[in-house]
């Protein structure tokens, strides 16, 4: 599964942006799809998770102002994020995780920065 994350960018504290990760296939058969974020000198973080029957799970630092959702339709997952916050500044990844066979395989998109300014 190829991975391409998009929609990062710089805005301003409270504002709003919306990432796109859009697969390589269906996402449809795809047990977990999430989005983790890495800010410098931290490690990778989970932001929010979807599974395959639609439901979420959100780090407590997220929780009110991201929203995931998937669209299978579009082999797409997005992530709206509100209320931006200076603390929310980190390279964002997009994340699937395929358990074929009792084996857990984990894929990786490259990466979109999201710089929030004070």
């Known amino acids: 599964v190829q991975l391409q994350a998009s929609g990062g960018g710089l805005v301003q504290n409270g504002g709003s942006l919306r990432l796109s990760c859009a697969a390589s296939?269906?996402?449809?058969?795809?047990?977990?799809m999430a989005w983790y974020r890495q800010a410098p000198g931290k490690q990778r973080a989970l932001v929010a998770l979807i599974t395959s029957s639609s439901n979420t799970n959100y780090a407590d630092s997220v929780k009110g102002r991201f929203t995931i959702s998937r669209d299978n339709a579009k082999n797409t997952v997005y992530l709206q994020m509100n209320s931006l916050k200076p603390e929310d500044t980190a390279v964002y990844y997009c994340n699937a995780h395929l358990v074929t066979d009792r084996n857990g395989y984990d894929y990786w998109g490259q990466g979109t920065l999201v710089t929030v300014s004070s």
């Open positions: 296939r269906s996402i449809f058969g795809i047990n977990i």
